[in-house]
């Protein structure tokens, strides 16, 4: 399986940024972690084939997560971005098991699509 992001880029505080990720089969759980330089892997959001998601709660109300089962593909729509959004975002997917924010759990990683938000 191969897991595609896109869409990285650089904003400024308060912006806007939608990125993707698409996979090369479907894929029950899908999800989107991130990794700001000298910390540890966060768990951002998951979603299933059913939609059913999750947003982690430090991140609901400006963070929401979509899929096009048609395409395979995921989004994070990031609205109101800080920059201490500023970190390499991760697409991750399993095919099957209980869908949850643990990326011990994900068995498949995209290379990662780097978000800065910086003036």
């Known amino acids: 399986v191969q897991l595609v992001e896109s869409g990285g880029d650089s904003v400024q505080p308060g912006g806007s940024l939608t990125i993707s990720c698409s996979a090369s089969?479907?894929?029950?759980?899908m999800a989107w972690f991130r990794q700001a330089p000298g910390t540890e892997r966060e768990g951002v959001a998951y979603?299933?084939?059913?939609?059913?998601?999750n947003v982690v709660d430090s991140l609901k109300g400006r963070f929401t997560i979509s899929r096009d089962n048609a395409k395979n593909t995921i989004y994070l729509q990031m609205n109101s971005l800080r920059p201490e959004d500023t970190a390499m975002y991760y697409c991750?997917?399993?095919?099957?098991?209980?869908?949850?924010?643990?990326?011990?759990?994900?068995?498949?990683w995209g290379q990662g699509t780097q978000v800065t938000v910086s003036s």
């Open positions: 991750a997917a399993r095919s099957g098991g209980y869908c949850q924010m643990d990326s011990n759990t994900f068995t498949e």
């Open positions: 089969e479907d894929m029950y759980c």
């Open positions: 979603i299933t084939t059913g939609h059913s998601t």
